[in-house]
Nanobody, 126 residues
Framework: QVQLVESGGGLVQPGGSLRLSCAAS????????IGWFRQAPGKEREGVSCISSSDGSTYYGDSVKGRFTISRDNAKNTVYLQMNSLKPEDTAVYYC???????????????????WGKGTLVTVSS
């Protein structure tokens, strides 16, 4: 059974950092591209970042470029999203997802994803 489980969300002050984790079970994450999405209240889900399995290429949305870093640890079957210089507008539920392909089909679209985690809430507020 394919499962993705996010963790690491929480409350952080503006300018702070968080590291989100996406742990996979039921499949070997090595072979698949993994994406991060977020959904703020009243807004559509948007693709934030993606890391491919084929060559490790990474992709970022314009709003997070230079502040967020995606990485993967295949030994732990986990993908991370390091978020620095957080802003109130980064507040959202963050989801990891995969369409079970080895390349990132950037930009990411929700309807392309086959499997989703349940999300982790990130709140940036003073």
């Amino acid at each position: 059974q394919v499962q993705l489980v996010e963790s690491g969300g929480g409350l952080v002050q503006p300018g702070g950092s968080l590291r989100l984790s996406c742990a996979a079970s039921g499949f070997t994450l090595d072979y698949y591209a993994i994406g991060w999405f977020r959904q703020a209240p009243g807004k559509e889900r948007e693709g934030v970042s993606c890391i491919s399995s084929s060559d490790g290429s990474t992709y970022y949305g314009d709003s997070v470029k230079g502040r967020f870093t995606i990485s993967r640890d295949n030994a732990k079957n986990t993908v991370y999203l390091q978020m620095n210089s957080l802003k109130p507008e980064d507040t959202a539920v963050y989801y990891c997802a995969t369409e079970l392909g080895s390349w990132c089909d950037w930009p990411l679209y929700s309807y392309d994803m086959d499997f989703w985690g349940k999300g982790t809430l990130v709140t940036v507020s003073s």
